[in-house]
């Protein structure tokens, strides 16, 4: 019981710190959660990471919030998604509130525009080493099919914007057919071993 209570305060923790300090959307914010829950905790394999991010970014809504649910989900449960959400909303939650009170003395604030602008850069440096320490995994795993899968959906995107929602449809539904395939094959040697043993 006092383990859980533990892992449930490491993910509020975890969650709140995050997002208390995380500048640029909500992909940020699931980077840095695979570098605290697969790298530093080690509580979630880095494939995992993936398809949990794949959810997450399938789902509607803000992908900051949908990876709290998931990643909590995952660790504790349904009370490890409640504790993940709270960890994630309370930080901008606050934060708007105050900046929504000052607006006008900060929309033409110098300084203030100028660390927004810092933090841009800050923010595509981050994104940029996630995805390639996630892509590398994919990559060191040698299967041909992910990595054709993976290097078409980087094209259709970047290379001829074609929506995001149409990749994810058309990869969830290559994902579909290869599993289905792959089960097919996996019983067809199984139903094939006990003949062939006996021959």
């Given at each position: 019981?006092?383990?859980?209570?533990?892992?449930?305060?490491?993910?509020?923790?975890?969650?709140?710190?995050?997002?208390?300090?995380?500048?640029?959307?909500?992909?940020?914010?699931?980077?840095?959660?695979?570098?605290?829950?697969?790298?530093?905790?080690?509580?979630?394999?880095?494939?995992?990471?993936?398809?949990?991010?794949?959810?997450?970014?399938?789902?509607?809504?803000?992908?900051?919030?949908?990876?709290?649910?998931?990643?909590?989900?995952?660790?504790?449960?349904?009370?490890?998604?409640?504790?993940?959400?709270?960890?994630?909303?309370?930080?901008?939650?606050?934060?708007?509130?105050?900046?929504?009170?000052?607006?006008?003395?900060?929309?033409?604030?110098?300084?203030?525009?100028?660390?927004?602008?810092?933090?841009?850069?800050?923010?595509?440096?981050?994104?940029?080493?996630?995805?390639?320490?996630?892509?590398?995994?994919?990559?060191?795993?040698?299967?041909?099919?992910?990595?054709?899968?993976?290097?078409?959906?980087?094209?259709?995107?970047?290379?001829?914007?074609?929506?995001?929602?149409?990749?994810?449809l058309a990869c969830a539904t290559l994902g579909t057919v290869r599993t289905l395939v792959k089960n097919r094959?996996?019983?067809?040697?199984?139903?094939?071993?006990?003949?062939?043993?006996?021959?």
């Amino acid at each position: 019981m006092n383990n859980k209570k533990m892992v449930l305060w490491k993910i509020f923790i975890s969650t709140l710190y995050l997002s208390a300090f995380t500048f640029g959307g909500g992909y940020v914010i699931v980077t840095l959660m695979k570098k605290k829950f697969v790298d530093e905790y080690h509580w979630i394999e880095e494939d995992e990471m993936l398809d949990l991010v794949a959810i997450a970014q399938s789902s509607p809504g803000a992908i900051a919030v949908n990876g709290a649910i998931v990643v909590g989900f995952k660790l504790a449960g349904l009370p490890g998604t409640l504790v993940a959400i709270l960890g994630t909303i309370i930080p901008p939650f606050l934060i708007i509130s105050v900046i929504s009170i000052f607006y006008a003395a900060f929309r033409d604030n110098f300084v203030i525009s100028r660390l927004l602008l810092g933090m841009q850069a800050g923010v595509g440096a981050v994104i940029a080493s996630v995805v390639y320490d996630m892509g590398s995994g994919i990559v060191h795993s040698k299967n041909i099919v992910s990595i054709l899968i993976m290097l078409a959906a980087f094209i259709a995107s970047c290379v001829y914007g074609i929506n995001v929602i149409y990749i994810i449809l058309a990869c969830a539904t290559l994902g579909t057919v290869r599993t289905l395939v792959k089960n097919r094959n996996s019983r067809t040697d199984t139903s094939h071993t006990p003949h062939d043993k006996q021959s």
